[in-house]
């Protein structure tokens, strides 16, 4: 039990209140238009970033992923010319920015400085978890989708690794991802409720 006057260092910072819900619905619906308006350019980096990343260990550099029309267009260079180049849904991987900011929000001043700057810093952080995503999830496809040339490239535990990591962030990481850089970016440096 902590002495009277001091905070126990696990103490929540935030009060769960009527302002705390309206300051969440405000910033979730901030953050969705964001996220609508933005969404395009997001995926182009998005899918330059883990084109580079899947390039850097491919010998010899095949992959090549496009942004187009809400999805990552996953193609290859030594896919034959008229064989079908597999789509994923874009959104899935970084719908939870509006989470992340909604979050943020918390907090009595959410716009201040501080608290502002460790949005962004999340939200860099959250890039990043997304990009990460998306690498797990071009992998996963050319592991396990792509039929006798998946079973050539790839063996059992490379498979298993690949598809494992992606359907963990389908179900449990996209959702944990906002929650985690929130805890351990957003609540540094705040003190207890009510202090």
Request: hydrophobic fraction near 55%; proline fraction near 8%.
């Amino acid at each position: 039990m902590a002495r009277p006057g001091r905070a126990e260092p696990d103490a929540f910072p935030i009060r769960l209140d009527g302002g705390a819900a309206l300051r969440v619905a405000a910033a979730f619906v901030a953050a969705l238009a964001v996220w609508f308006a933005f969404a395009t350019p997001y995926e182009k980096t998005l899918a330059a970033a883990a084109q580079v990343a899947i390039r850097a260990f491919e010998r010899p550099a095949a992959t090549r992923l496009d942004a187009v029309g809400g999805e990552i267009r996953v193609d290859r260079s030594d896919f034959p010319p008229d064989s079908a180049r597999p789509g994923l849904p874009a959104a899935d991987l970084h719908f939870n920015f509006a989470l992340l900011a909604a979050l943020f929000a918390l907090p009595p001043h959410p716009l201040r400085q501080a608290n502002f700057g460790r949005f962004w810093l999340a939200a860099v952080l959250l890039w990043a978890v997304h990009v990460l995503a998306l690498v797990f999830q071009v992998e996963s496809v050319y592991a396990t989708r792509l039929g006798p040339w998946s079973a050539e490239h790839y063996g059992a535990v490379a498979r298993n690794f690949w598809a494992a990591g992606f359907h963990f962030y389908q179900i449990l990481g996209r959702f944990a991802a906002p929650f985690v850089l929130w805890w351990g970016v957003g609540r540094v440096g705040q003190k207890p409720a009510g202090k």
